[in-house]
């Protein structure tokens, strides 16, 4: 098993710039998430899934948007990138019944 | 809101014993979890404790909750250089979104 794989590892974009991270699991988990993380602060909720088909906004939401059309795959999306977003996104999943939650490896995004 | 709050920074000698400490404030946290990352690297987890145990010990590191003050602390034993890293306390509930929301982190410096 992969566990959760992120791709890309890194990226560099300019302001207004648009991308889309994906985040993709092998473990068939109901649950995933993209949090980021910023210098001297813990990670941070964006958007999350509790299922295929479904998401919803976390605590820091604005600016991104997020798809999950299969159940394996969690896309962030970056529609017009701002500085302010400079930062490291993780990706997470986790199943039902299971007290853990599993990182990606994360993606380091800066913003010119 | 949820929060989760740690010291930033801690020093010890190696061979020395490591607490971290943390405090969060939902009342409905059901798991809390400790979490290493070290420079560059995604998160490791640690271990976690369920909210109705006082204390869990995994070899060298010891966990200690006390509910009543919703205070968790993490002890290592025996600090290596390697353990130098930062450390995050997490809480999730076991219902709803299941997100985790994590403290700031605390940076162990391990001296020779």
């Known amino acids: 098993n992969a566990g959760v794989t992120q791709t890309p590892k890194f990226r560099v974009l300019k302001t207004g710039q648009s991308m889309t991270l994906l985040c993709a699991q092998d473990?068939?988990?109901?649950?995933m998430y993209w949090y980021r993380q910023d210098p001297g602060m813990g990670l941070r909720l964006i958007h999350y899934?509790?299922?295929?088909?479904?998401?919803a906004k976390g605590e820091v939401p604005d600016g991104y948007n997020v798809s999950r059309l299969k159940k394996q795959n969690f896309l962030l999306g970056l529609e017009s990138a701002a500085p302010s977003q400079t930062s490291v996104y993780f990706c997470?999943?986790?199943?039902?019944?299971?007290?853990?939650?599993?990182f990606g490896p994360g993606t380091r995004l800066t913003v010119l | 809101g949820e929060d989760v709050e740690q010291s930033l920074f801690l020093s010890v000698r190696e061979g020395d014993s490591s607490v971290i400490n943390c405090t969060y404030t939902?009342?409905?946290?059901?798991?809390l979890y400790w979490y290493k990352q070290e420079p560059g690297a995604g998160l490791q987890l640690l271990t976690y404790?369920?909210?109705?145990?006082d204390m869990k010990q995994d070899q060298r590191l010891t966990v200690l909750l006390n509910k009543k003050d919703k205070h968790l602390s993490l002890r290592i034993a025996d600090t290596q250089t390697g353990d130098s890293a930062i450390y995050f306390c997490?809480?999730?509930?076991?219902?709803?979104?299941?997100?985790?929301?994590f403290g700031s982190g605390t940076r162990l410096q391990v001296q020779p």
């Open positions: 997470a999943s986790r199943g039902l019944s299971i007290n853990e939650q599993f």
């Open positions: 473990m068939n988990h109901e649950y």
């Open positions: 899934s509790v299922g295929e088909g479904t998401t």
């Open positions: 939902d009342s409905s946290s059901t798991y």
């Open positions: 404790i369920f909210s109705n145990m």
């Open positions: 997490a809480e999730t509930s076991d219902t709803g979104r299941r997100a985790l929301t």
